[in-house]
């Protein structure tokens, strides 16, 4: 095919990257489709228009892009990497400007004598590999932050349990049992896409290791509740221990006694009930365990909230108060 039967003027319109053609004043001399396409505008609103005046922008940029495009008219070709670039939203649309980010290249653009008679800009879009880069470091500070949190959790409940243990039989079995509570809360979590959980999953999850599906002498219940990741590790933890004592001690272990645990949320708290009833020959503990320790100073330190505990005749009763919204970071 000889070249004198090629269109290049229909090649330009239907490439599939966006390119616009200025001329030595900055104005717009024309663009393809694909410009068209993703700025959403129309040659007729473009064409002649000084480009700052179609496509405002703040002071840095306007000097950055400025700057770029008269080293092109100049002879310079240049490029401006992953910039971000406003671009007017159609009043169809809601009016005001969107923000893409592009990679330009900035070529001299010639007459067939050799002269230069403006420039033409490639833009490549970039838009959502920024957004993913964006989203990859936010992903991983937060990584960073729960793996420190979870570490220092760790390393503060190994040390608890160590110095209230009886022997390294009992620490194995006390430090297992409590980084199992934790692993449950988290495998939930990490299923949840860590956009948080339901507080009956939570309880549900703590306590089906003590729990018959046919035993009627353990109800939970209350309204929908969606817990934070904060809220789930901290409450997690916590129903373990309160689940622990039952266990050794109270309704999960007397088969005449038995377990209540419901909730209710206002605009402001979600309150926890605990209660164990029908046990016999119950005596307060002369000593606080760390268990105990866990409970009445992690919900506090870590959601803002509130625990109180009463060993009542026949039974125990803990009620904890919870923020809806931690503010605790």
Known sequence: MAGSDVDFKRMFYVLPTPYLVLDRQLNIIDMNDQYLAVTKRTREDLIGRYVFDAFPETEERLT????????????????????PFSIPRPESEGGGMREVWW?????????????IVGMVQK????????????????????????????????????????????????????????????????????????????????????????????????????????????????????????????????ALKDPEAALDVTWRRDDRTITIDWSET?????????????????????VPAELAGTVERNYLPGGVHCRIEIPLAPTVG
Request: glycine content about 8%; hydrophobic content about 40%.
């Open 103 to 115: 990679t330009c290249h900035h070529l001299p653009a010639y007459d067939a004598d050799g002269n």
């Open 278 to 298: 029908g046990l016999r020959g119950l005596q307060p503990p002369s000593a606080k365990g760390f268990g105990s320790v866990l409970i009445e100073m992690a």
């Open 64 to 83: 950055m892009f400025r700057d770029a495009f008269l080293r092109a008219v100049a002879g310079e070709a240049n490029a401006i990497v992953k910039s």
């Open 123 to 250: 833009a490549v879009d970039q838009t959502s590999e920024v957004l993913a880069e964006r989203m990859r470091d936010i992903i991983s500070r937060e990584f960073d932050h729960r793996v420190k949190n979870l570490l220092t959790t760790v390393g503060t409940i190994a040390r608890r349990t160590a110095k209230s243990a009886l022997s390294t039989e009992h620490f194995i079995a006390s430090f297992e049992a409590r980084i199992s509570a934790m692993a449950r809360t988290h495998q939930l979590l990490v299923e949840g896409g860590w956009d948080g959980m339901s507080l009956e999953d939570l309880l549900s999850a703590e306590l089906k290791p003590y729990v018959q599906a046919d035993n009627r002498k353990v109800a939970i219940g209350g309204p929908r509740v969606s817990l934070t990741g904060k809220q789930a590790e901290t409450l997690g933890l916590a129903f373990h221990e309160l689940a622990t004592n039952a266990a050794k001690y109270g």
